[in-house]
């Protein structure tokens, strides 16, 4: 039986995409996606959660999102979840983490417009910084 490592994601963007370039010439960027899950508990109050998602882009999904995304843009994203192992620096703890490694995206909704849609979801404040670090190694990756 077949395995298939597949994401799709659909989420706002908490801040401008953070571009970059290889050696190679070939664009990589960085983005912060948040989603928002609202229900309510079992006496009836609303509870709402927002999860965070690191994604990483490489190459025409990277200069797409340099041209055209800005922070509040709702966008939807095709990829795959990756590991990583990194050092806690407060207690030297290794830890893992998980990143979205897109294979395409497209804008569902772009900020400008989702200000004049009455019905249109805000995105949650507040995004968690995005790690600046690229690996060269994901370039052959994706």
Known sequence: MPYDNT?????YLGQDPKIGFFQDGTAHAKLSVS???KRKDKNGNPIEHTEW????LVGQPAQFAASF??????VEIWG????????NTQTGEVKRGYE?????IKTIESKN?????????TQPENPPPADDDIDETMHQYL
């Open 7 to 11: 994401f799709h994601l659909i989420g």
């Open 35 to 37: 989603c928002q899950d």
């Open 53 to 56: 998602f690191a994604v990483k």
């Open 69 to 74: 995304l800005k922070q509040g843009d709702c």
């Open 80 to 87: 795959s979840v990756w590991s990583y192992e990194y050092i």
């Open 100 to 104: 979205v490694k897109g294979k395409s």
């Open 113 to 121: 417009k989702a200000k004049k849609n009455e019905n249109a979801s």
